[in-house]
């Protein structure tokens, strides 16, 4: 799960339709098909025609392919992924038809909007669909088959009654909780095991995009993914490498501030691995992307005042529990008691939930239909697998909406509801485009909306709802909540960066098969200063153990994301007048900055993000500068704890072992 990004749009194969930009195609054959029956395109169609009748068939073929998605991630079996594989299959068939029946209109005069619809139809997929329609079914099945594989995926150790079988929940609650070194190993380890059987699958979807891409007119799958950007691909890969240069040096001090910290915790010989990286299973997070759960051994002063809110969640809902054994007294069957737990768990996730929706409707913003509540995933289900991984989902394209996770009563994924319901009232927004354009201005957008109001949840907004105590104004705990956020926030901002840099060389063979492991730990060194205690050779697939590598969703959003609601965050600041340094502001409850949210929710794609972004900063590019004013003072006070100390790492090693460490336990 990401924190708080941690979150996809609607579909997490088909992706709905991602991105901007273009490719030249050749000549193309005129029909397409409905129900699996062609239909030949109507003579003399006008290119405003053709893409009125796109946007009524998309509408009309969504709400099946969405259904058959959910039921894939929330009833993991053989027959829900081959319903999805399948839908999967008639939408890119249909995408593929669509793209060529768009050849006949190249170089021919058309509106404005129409010309940007066909920009938008041609980049309509991150899974581009092989002409040969045997290669297309192979496609759609690795792919239904990788995403169930995570879902699925499962760590067991021991033999007969001893035998021990943990999922990634609970795999997480060990690195979120456990201080113990071996522990804390094992459950890492444990889970990177499950992406083993993927490899060959992967090697194999490489091959099959690759295929769709270049009928597409892309070199690879990557270019294809880098041209949705209103930009080139080169330029928007030049424009990440200048946002990281922005943000670099913030990220270099935490990191030698939390080697520090972590020498201290578990011995030099542990804290580190060779060249001065960070161990990967010591950071509180299965990927290195959120150090948050540090914060017993980051905190930079303890008995400053922090919210606890995590403690306060927890107390809701052993509230909710004691509300649901109140109903049933009397003797109860461990089933029994498990149900009560079940519904206490539901109780305390609508509560979260319900919380969320508040902010935003704070904002002017809309109540969320009643299907939201009677038909998202808020738990994990007691008798079937499910993809936990949070997500959030447009149906219909008309109001039913939905998120799907395993919520928890901590502030990780209380942060993440805030997130996934940034998507929610995105796509409720836009729901009045064309379906073309009912889309982010780019990609990253959508997933900067809800960390925008992340960022608003300062301490005094959590102890107006509840969930923070009165907290005390001084150095020492401006330091602690700058801390927090950083841990979330700036160690994300690497991570976000490299998986997409793994799979832009994987996409255009720079990568290969065979070194797919070495240049995954390669790159987490380079950009995080992160490598594992013990050597990760190529009979592992540590990409695979990451969800959306083998849900191929492109993550480059992710880190744009972590710039632009920093910039977002200042601009609805501004407009609602506060006055004072930006980390203490909190638009809640108010509507001039609502307003000025909402417009650019409802413009969707229908326009260049970098018209939308002036709309509501006043500017037409991406900058990190808002995210280094917001920090200022954790910088300050970062270098001065930094002093004198060894920073920075080597990453020319990717798996050494640390000098003088025993050797871990395996499971």
């Not at 073929?61 to 993991?76: D, G, H």
């Not at 299959?89 to 006949?104: D, M, N, P, T, V």
């Not at 073309?436 to 990609?443: I, K």
């Amino acid at each position: 799960m990401m924190k708080p990004v941690r979150a996809l749009l609607a579909l997490s194969i088909t992706a709905a339709v991602i991105g901007l930009g273009g490719c030249k195609k050749e000549p193309t054959p005129t029909t397409t098909t409905t129900g699996g029956a062609p239909v030949t395109a109507p003579a003399g169609e006008t290119a405003d025609q053709f893409i009125a009748r796109v946007n009524d068939e998309y509408r009309k073929m969504y709400p099946e392919m969405s259904a058959a998605q959910w039921l894939s991630s929330t009833y993991i079996n053989d027959d829900s992924q081959l319903l999805s594989a399948k839908a999967n299959e008639r939408y890119l068939a249909q995408l593929k038809s669509w793209i060529e029946q768009a050849g006949r209109f190249e170089g021919q005069q058309m509106s404005p909007e129409t010309a940007r619809a066909i920009q938008l139809l041609k980049l309509g997929t991150a899974m581009p669909p092989p002409k040969d329609p045997a290669k297309l079914e192979e496609l759609t099945k690795i792919a239904s088959k990788m995403e169930g594989m995570y879902g699925a995926g499962t760590y067991c150790k021991g033999e007969g009654d001893a035998k021990q079988c943990r999922q990634l929940g609970d795999l997480e609650d060990v690195l979120r909780s456990s201080r113990d070194y071996d522990a804390q190993l094992d459950a890492w380890q444990g889970w990177h095991t499950i992406a083993q059987p993927m490899r060959k699958d992967y090697v194999r979807f490489v091959e099959l995009v690759n295929e769709g891409a270049h009928d597409m007119g892309f070199a690879d799958a990557g270019e294809m993914w880098r041209s949705g950007y209103d930009m080139t691909p080169a330029e928007i890969a030049a424009e990440t490498d200048r946002l990281w240069g922005q943000v670099k040096p913030l990220y270099e001090q935490l990191h030698c501030y939390a080697g520090t910290r972590l020498d201290a915790k578990y011995g030099a010989d542990k804290g580190h691995v060779t060249g001065n990286m960070l161990p990967a299973h010591l950071m509180g997070n299965m990927w290195q992307q959120d150090w948050g759960n540090l914060w017993d051994i980051l905190a930079p002063y303890p008995n400053a005042s922090v919210p606890e809110i995590t403690t306060a969640l927890e107390s809701q809902y052993r509230a909710a529990f004691d509300a649901q054994l109140s109903k049933n007294p009397g003797k109860r069957s461990p089933d029994d008691l498990a149900q009560i737990e079940q519904d206490a768990r539901l109780a305390s996730a609508k509560l979260m939930n319900e919380r969320a929706q508040d902010f935003y409707t704070s904002l002017g913003m809309p109540k969320l239909p009643e299907s939201y509540w009677s038909k998202t995933q808020f738990i994990k289900p007691r008798d079937r697998d499910v993809v936990c991984h949070a997500s959030a989902w447009d149906m219909n394209m008309a109001g039913d909406v939905r998120i799907k996770m395993c919520i928890k009563p901590n502030e990780e994924d209380f942060t993440v509801i805030y997130h996934e319901l940034g998507h929610v009232y995105y796509y409720l927004a836009y729901n009045k485009q064309p379906p073309l354009f009912q889309q982010g201005a780019h990609d990253g957008f959508h997933e900067a909306i809800g960390d925008t109001i992340v960022l608003a949840m300062t301490p005094k907004y959590l102890q107006s709802i509840g969930l923070a105590g009165d907290q005390q104004v001084s150095e020492e705990s401006l330091i602690n909540a700058q801390m927090r956020m950083a841990l979330a926030k700036v160690s994300f901002l690497p991570f976000g960066l490299m998986i997409d840099r793994w799979r832009w060389g994987v996409f255009d063979g720079s990568i290969k098969p065979g070194d797919y492991n070495k240049a995954w730990w390669d790159l987490k060194a380079k950009y995080q200063g992160i490598a594992p205690v013990n050597a990760r050779g190529e009979d592992f697939f540590d990409a695979g153990a990451k969800y959306h590598v083998p849900a191929n969703t492109p993550y480059t959003r992710y880190f744009l994301s972590h710039v632009l609601q920093f910039q977002f965050y200042k601009a609805l600041c501004d407009a609602s007048g506060f006055k004072g340094p930006l980390y203490e502001c909190s638009f809640y409850g108010n509507k001039e900055a609502g307003a000025k949210f909402q417009a650019m929710l409802s413009k969707g794609a229908s326009q260049p993000w970098q018209k939308t972004l002036k709309e509501l900063t006043g500017g037409e590019k991406m900058d990190a500068s808002a995210v280094l004013e917001y920090f200022d003072p954790l910088q300050k006070w970062l270098k001065q704890q930094n002093e004198g100390k060894t920073c920075g790492w080597q990453s020319t090693t990717t798996a050494a072992a640390p000098a003088k460490q025993e050797t871990p336990k395996q499971g």
